[in-house]
């Protein structure tokens, strides 16, 4: 079987194409700026301070449509990188450790139809 050199398709959840432009809470005010995609397995955020690898965090993340939910979960901290672009210093990537099936399953609706959605 012919192995795919695109990363995004060798993913056992889609991500959302487009970043969410509202707030994410984590615990520590301030930590957290906003989230560049999400999956059912996790969040790749952006932040202005590093957070150590296996950091463990408490994430609530609001999701816009197709039904506004608050998906409230548990992750570890499995990637932090220096941001050189935008305001943002460091990209921070969390799987979710903790998370209750149905909001993994409202996350999934949301990249689905985000992923639906006509380039602007």
Same mark, same amino acid.
């Given at each position: 079987?012919?192995?795919?050199?695109?990363?995004?398709?060798?993913?056992?959840?889609?991500? #959302? +194409? /487009?970043?969410?432009?509202?707030?994410?809470?984590?615990?520590?005010?301030?930590?957290?700026?906003?989230? $560049?995609?999400?999956?059912?397995?996790?969040?790749?955020?952006?932040?202005?301070?590093?957070?150590?690898?296996?950091?463990?965090?408490?994430?609530?993340?609001?999701?816009?449509?197709? #039904? +506004? /939910?608050?998906?409230?979960?548990?992750?570890?901290?499995?990637?932090?990188?220096?941001?050189?672009?935008? $305001?943002?210093?460091?990209?921070?990537?969390?799987?979710?450790?903790?998370?209750?099936?149905?909001?993994?399953?409202?996350?999934?609706?949301?990249?689905?139809?985000?992923?639906?959605?006509?380039?602007?």
């Amino acid at each position: 079987m012919p192995h795919s050199s695109n990363p995004e398709e060798r993913r056992k959840y889609p991500r #959302s +194409k /487009h970043g969410l432009k509202i707030p994410i809470e984590s615990k520590g005010p301030g930590i957290l700026n906003h989230v $560049d995609n999400i999956s059912a397995n996790g969040v790749l955020c952006h932040t202005v301070q590093p957070i150590p690898l296996m950091t463990r965090m408490q994430i609530v993340v609001e999701l816009p449509k197709p #039904s +506004k /939910h608050r998906i409230q979960a548990e992750g570890i901290v499995v990637r932090c990188n220096k941001d050189e672009l935008g $305001d943002d210093h460091f990209r921070v990537g969390i799987v979710f450790t903790r998370i209750d099936e149905k909001d993994q399953e409202k996350i999934r609706e949301f990249v689905e139809h985000n992923i639906s959605k006509k380039d602007d």
